[in-house]
């Protein structure tokens, strides 16, 4: 194994930094690969650029699994394009405003709805967002805050669910880690001991409602917001003939958008019921789920436009293609995003973050450092299954050896990984999120890393905490301190803007 040392952190940060710096999301991923690439080749340019394109971009690109998600955005974008031009997003959009009434109200149906697509991370973002894009627009709250609530309902829902893909991999780790150190307790019901102490995912779930009923924004997604209605404040005109529109669309169209919905929501819950009790859900099964009904909802769509509206076949297809061709630029971001996973993987990055904190911490205070690595591991790999991967090995043995509780060392791998991963440019469902949301994704970034910044500060004190007394009290205190904090924090933060009106009521 290669010994690359400080190295080994300077693509992802590289990254990073040239990503915020120029906004150039495919840029800064293709100087991080290619920086990686580099150091990996001796700093030879040529072996640099055959490593990259064939150990890394190539590798990824016939990875299994990520050619199944890439197909699977391909498969919504289509779905997605086929509702927008039949008219039925828009007749949707605008049947559910006369219920939804307020801007609080749509916020809080969003965060519902990403609660109940619990059983996939990647495709939440893709199936949610798509829904309430129309309605946030109609109800004049910004896609960036659409795209946080997608974020943060999609990977912390996800790991705490103990039977679909996330708890059998997370399980597995466990399982070969205990074995390691001779530990025979049954995986499983370490992960269900561990439930009550996966601070970051409760906090981040906490997090919407909380924001929602306090009804203000601080930091970059206020900005978002008043730059949205400055926006609109300057195309008055153009928002009325838009309203104008929405209300002349028929009845009849709402049906374009809900038959072919609950043809996509009852396959996606008989197929994963079925997987459920057939021997288990895998990755594989979850795609070929998403897919097989996203299929059949498109196709539905395509007899109920011919039907009504005389749309052809070969027309409708020719929409799908054309939905599918607008996430062209996603699926290269995810790559280069997974490439750079790989590269970092390759550079041992992980490693060596993990050895500048072994043995020199306190027992009582390792899940702490454990939760802050893991953030770290997270953040510069944008990767929350590498990092669990990687760190659950290390992390296990060390915590086992200090005297370190085992269930909170594990609850702090997975939050610290979910919390890094939640904030990273170049995670792939923060990628995710911004597409279902049709949101700038550094737009996005930027405006996330404020409120998921806060969240992840008060599960590090809640570690430490628990590191202290370990209870599961702990977590609804963190909760009670969370909303303390961020009452605080916009009372401060909007002082100086009170004569304002604010977006939400």
């Known amino acids: 194994m290669n010994d690359y040392g400080l190295l080994s952190i300077v693509p992802p940060l590289l990254t990073i930094c040239v990503a915020l710096y120029s906004r150039n999301v495919l840029f800064a991923l293709i100087t991080g690969v290619f920086s990686g690439a580099l150091i990996i080749a001796d700093f030879n340019p040529f072996y640099a650029v055959l490593e990259a394109m064939e150990n890394q971009v190539l590798k990824e690109v016939t990875t299994g699994s990520q050619v199944q998600v890439i197909l699977i955005i391909f498969v919504i974008g289509g779905f997605v394009k086929l509702l927008e031009v039949s008219g039925g997003a828009a007749a949707f959009a605008n049947k559910l405003t006369r219920f939804v009434t307020s801007p609080a109200k749509a916020q809080l149906l969003v965060w519902l709805s990403g609660l109940g697509i619990f059983f996939t991370d990647s495709g939440n973002s893709l199936i949610v967002g798509p829904l309430y894009r129309s309605v946030f627009d109609q109800l004049k709250i910004s896609r960036e805050k659409l795209a946080y609530i997608l974020d943060t309902t999609s990977a912390p829902i996800s790991i705490l669910i103990p039977f679909i893909a996330w708890g059998a991999y997370i399980t597995s780790l466990i399982d070969k880690a205990y074995a390691e150190i001779g530990l025979s307790e049954n995986a499983f019901s370490v992960l269900l001991k561990v439930f009550p102490y996966q601070f970051y995912a409760f906090l981040a779930l906490a997090t919407v409602p909380i924001i929602i009923f306090i009804g203000k924004d601080f930091g970059p997604m206020r900005k978002a917001q008043e730059q949205l209605l400055k926006r609109l404040d300057n195309n008055i005109e153009v928002d009325k003939d838009t309203a104008l529109s929405a209300k002349q669309v028929t009845t009849e169209r709402v049906g374009v958008f809900l038959y072919p919905l609950a043809v996509m929501l009852l396959l996606i819950g008989g197929l994963i019921v079925w ?107 944008g990767s929350s299954y590498g990092t669990f991967a990687i760190l659950m090995s290390i992390a296990i043995p060390v915590g086992f050896d200090m005297g370190a509780s085992m269930y909170l060392t594990i609850a702090a791998v997975l939050s610290g990984g979910l919390f890094g991963d939640h904030v990273s440019p170049i995670s792939d469902t ?27 500060f008060v599960a590090l004190m809640a570690f430490g905490l628990a590191g202290v007394y370990e209870s599961p009290y702990v977590l609804p205190v963190s909760i009670i301190v969370l909303f303390i904090v961020l009452s605080v924090l916009m009372k401060v933060l909007n002082r100086e803007n009170t004569s304002e009106p604010r977006h939400l009521p």
């Open 275 to 381: 997987h459920a009790t057939h021997g288990g859900l895998s990755s594989t099964h979850i795609y070929s789920t998403l897919a097989i009904a996203y299929l059949a909802a498109s196709f539905t769509c395509m007899e109920m436009m011919r039907r009504q509206q005389s749309v052809s076949y070969s027309d409708s297809l020719m929409i799908f293609i054309k939905g599918a061709e607008s996430l062209v630029y996603i699926s290269i971001v995810l790559v280069l995003a997974w490439s750079l996973s790989s590269i970092t993987k390759d550079l041992n990055t992980a490693q060596y973050l993990s050895s500048i904190i072994t043995g020199k911490v306190s027992p009582l205070y390792f899940p702490m450092i454990i939760f802050a690595l893991g953030a770290l591991i997270s953040l510069t790999t």
């Open 430 to 456: 923060t990628v995710l999120a911004s597409a279902g949301a049709e949101c700038d994704h550094l737009a996005h970034v930027t405006t996330q890393a404020a409120y998921a910044g806060v969240t992840g």
